[in-house]
């Protein structure tokens, strides 16, 4: 899983609801959260976002460390030439 850095929204619990991302230097927007899960160890959100791209981000509850966990992109080049370690549909 490769590190990102993620903007929250600051509800009751702190950091709840992702609203933009980078990948490097690019910002990624988050239009919509499709769905949300817990685990014992992590949050999960599935977003699509402003490229058109499906993500599901995760955060470790102890280290409060964001991944992406996949990534399915709705163009047909995929995101390489930034990020040459998040490949489309790669869930």
């Not at 903007?7 to 949300?36: K, M, N, S």
């Not at 955060?59 to 709705?74: G, L, V």
Request: with cysteine.
């Amino acid at each position: 899983m490769n590190s990102i850095r993620v903007q929250c929204y600051a509800g009751y619990r702190g950091e709840e609801t992702p609203r933009r991302f980078w990948l490097g230097p690019h910002e990624i927007e988050v239009l919509q959260v499709l769905d949300r899960w817990l685990s014992p160890a992590h949050r999960y959100f599935k977003l699509k976002c402003d490229d058109n791209g499906i993500y599901i981000l995760r955060h470790d509850n102890a280290s409060w460390q964001w991944d992406i966990t996949c990534y399915q992109s709705a163009k047909i080049q995929p995101l390489s030439d930034f990020t040459p370690w998040l490949k489309p549909d790669n869930c």
